[in-house]
C-alpha cells in the first residue's frame, strides 16, 4: 500500500524546505579590478538574512573568521573575499570573488588592432599580473586575428630590466596558434628603440593540445624606461587544417617585466 500525504503534512514540508532554503548574497561590483582601492557592496535578496564575510589577502587573512557585514567596505591590495547568507539555523552555499590591483608604475599602449570579441577588459588586461587559462572563453585574453601583437610598455622612470615575457595561447581547433616569434626592444625615449633579442616558440603547429605557454626573454645589463614587445601572428591556416585559408587568431594574456 501506497502511504498518502494529507495536505497538512504536505504544506508543513514544503514550509520546512523554504525556511531551510537561505539564497546566496550578491556582489554590486561591476568591475573586480582597481588602481588604488574599491568599495565593496554585498547584498542579498532576502531581506530577512544576514550577510557573513571574510577578506583573504596573498599573504595572511585580514580577517581570520567570518564576521557580519554592515556596510561596504574597501579593498587595497589584492585580495580573495569570501561571503554567505545566514537565516536562522540555515545557510547558503559560500562564495569566493577574487580583486585585482593594477599596476600604478606602468602602463601600457597597443599599438595593434584587437579583435572586438577578445579584449579581456581593455589594454591594462596585459599588465594586471593575472594570467589566462586554457579556458580562454573566461575574458582573459586578447586576440589579434590575423595581426601580429605590437605593443610599449612605459616604465615611468629608467629601471633595470634582467627580463621580458608574454603569456600565449594554443587551440588550434579553434583557429588560435603561439606567435612565430616574440620581440623585445628597449628605449630611452619612445622613439628610437633596440632590438634586445628574440625568440621562437617551440610548440608545434600540428599540436592539438590546448596550452598556455610564457615565451622570455633574459636581458643582460640592460636598462631602459621604454620596452616594445611585438608577436608575430602564425599567418594564414594551411591545407592540412579544416580551417584552411583563414586567418589565425594570436592570443596574449600577459606581459611580465622585471
Known sequence: KIKRLNNSTSSAINKKKLEAFVAVPFLENDNYKFKYETIVTLKSIEKESKIKYKIVTKDALTSTKFINYIKPFSIKENSNVFFYAEKGTYKSAEVNQPFYKLPTDKTITILSKVNPMYTAGGNESLIDGIIGTTNWRAGEWQSY??????????LKKTKTINFVSATFLQDIQSWIWMPKQFEVYTSDDNINFK???IIKTTIDETDENVQVDELRISLENCKAQYIKVKAINYGTIGKWHLGVGNNAHLFVSEIGIN
Open 145 to 154: 586575428y590575423g595581426n601580429d601583437f605590437e605593443a610599449v610598455i612605459d
Open 195 to 197: 632590438l634586445q633579442n
